[in-house]
T-cell receptor
Framework: GDSVTQMEGPVTLSEEAFLTINCTYT??????LFWYVQYPGEGLQLLLK?????DKGSNKGFEATYRKETTSFHLEKGSVQVSDSAVYFC???????????FGTGTKLQVIP | GAVVSQHPSRVICKSGTSVKIECRSL??????MFWYRQFPKQSLMLMAT?????????EQGVEKDKFLINHASLTLSTLTVTSAHPEDSSFYIC?????????????FGPGTRLTVL
């Protein structure tokens, strides 16, 4: 079945540091890939998405490129801020009824 | 656009009572709504998928008689936890996909924190 593997956290970075959160996936066909962010006590917000190979999703300084050859969708940001502290979920959607498979989430803590 | 709301945001109830959680798509019509459960420091677990006007499809291991789902309109789905017990305490999150277009993006509600005493 479909699966998403994320690097384990928590990840602790200083403000303005470079961020990479690794994500790899296993799926049949050609899934869409997503990054969602969850701030403390809140639901999930879509951060970015990519629907086909080599697509780059970007939002709020975050980027991720759909790499079919390595089945990866790593999240990057050049300079993190304290306000980026949250849990980040990598996810994929494949199949006709849009079921989403989530990774386990990676907690990011940015310190001043 | 694509806002999903949930009500209530928090609920505390006694063991044995039932609790209803509402999920609404505010500015779009949702063909499909999903209900997830999230345990502390864990990922989301899909409980069921509901399509407007039809019975929900439950994931393996989820008791359909305990977690009643109703999707009566294109903007509203409800999850009722019947005869709640402390082990049902969790963060319940719904999501919805839009009717128009071929988007496969799910839009999530803010979640409902259920505590069963």
């Amino acid at each position: 079945g479909d699966s998403v593997t994320q690097m384990e956290g928590p990840v602790t970075l200083s403000e303005e540091a470079f961020l990479t959160i690794n994500c790899t996936y296993t799926a049949t066909g050609y899934p869409s890939l997503f990054w969602y962010v969850q701030y403390p006590g809140e639901g999930l917000q879509l951060l970015l998405k990519a629907t086909k190979a080599d697509d780059k999703g970007s939002n709020k300084g975050f980027e991720a490129t759909y790499r079919k050859e390595t089945t990866s969708f790593h999240l990057e940001k050049g300079s993190v801020q304290v306000s980026d502290s949250a849990v980040y979920f990598c996810a994929l959607s494949a199949g006709g009824y849009q079921k989403v498979t989530f990774g386990t989430g990676t907690k990011l803590q940015v310190i001043p | 656009g694509a806002v999903v709301s949930q009500h209530p945001s928090r609920v505390i109830c006694k063991s044995g009572t039932s609790v209803k959680i509402e999920c609404r798509s505010l500015d779009f019509q949702a063909t499909t709504m999903f209900w997830y459960r999230q345990f502390p420091k864990q990922s989301l677990m899909l409980m069921a998928t509901s399509n407007e006007g039809s019975k929900a499809t439950y994931e393996q291991g989820v008791e359909k008689d305990k977690f009643l789902i109703n999707h009566a309109s294109l903007t509203l789905s409800t999850l009722t936890v019947t005869s709640a017990h402390p082990e049902d305490s969790s963060f319940y999150i719904c999501s919805a996909t839009a009717l128009a277009g071929l988007t496969d993006t799910q839009y999530f509600g803010p979640g409902t924190r259920l505590t069963v005493l």
